[in-house]
């Protein structure tokens, strides 16, 4: 992981201490590194309740809560099942906020998508308006590169929904 992805976990680590919240993770085409690089931050167990890897579609359904019906017929990579994830993940890990990727590594396509197409979805604390949102990124680039991209991507765009209710 990049040393600008790093210093943004420590950056995002620093803000929920600073809001008291607490995160989770599910995650599929990034296969954990979202919860890796923010474990990889001392003072993360003080906000990182834990994460789900939901690689396997059918493991969106039966651990995160993702709609059976939305995976047969829409397949895993749309918004839909990004905002489902991300609430699965606040709700089975008990956190605050829940983070979710779910996308196209590569190097094929999947559902009817390119490589480079993900979803982040988010869901916040119940009390800020617009809870659960989810978040497209067309990313380029090799199988690596794109992980990084939206593992990157993802914690940016937690960064600047928490300084929305926070500044």
């Not at 989770?24 to 789900?52: D, K, Q, V, Y």
């Not at 059918?58 to 995976?71: E, I």
């Not at 994830?85 to 709700?91: F, I, L, T």
């Not at 490589?115 to 497209?136: C, F, H, I, Q, Y």
Request: glycine share 10%.
């Amino acid at each position: 992981m990049s040393e600008t992805t790093h210093l943004l976990a420590a950056q995002v680590i620093w803000e929920l201490r600073a809001a008291r919240l607490s995160v989770s993770t599910c995650e599929s085409l990034t296969g954990g590194g979202l919860g890796a690089i923010l474990t990889s931050i001392p003072g993360a167990s003080a906000i990182f309740r834990g994460g789900l890897i939901t690689y396997a579609s059918d493991l969106k359904v039966s651990l995160a809560g993702v709609d059976a019906h939305t995976v047969v017929t829409r397949g895993v990579i749309n918004e839909s099942t990004a905002r489902q994830m991300a609430v699965g993940a606040a709700w089975t890990c008990r956190s605050d906020i829940g983070l979710a990727t779910t996308g196209v590594a590569g190097p094929d396509s999947q559902d009817g998508e390119e490589p480079g197409t993900v979803w982040v979805g988010l869901a916040l604390p119940a009390r800020w308006s617009d809870r659960v949102r989810a978040r497209e990124f067309r990313f380029a680039g090799d199988r690596a590169e794109i992980r990084e991209q939206t593992i990157h991507g993802a914690l940016s765009w937690l960064l600047v929904c928490l300084k929305e209710n926070f500044s």
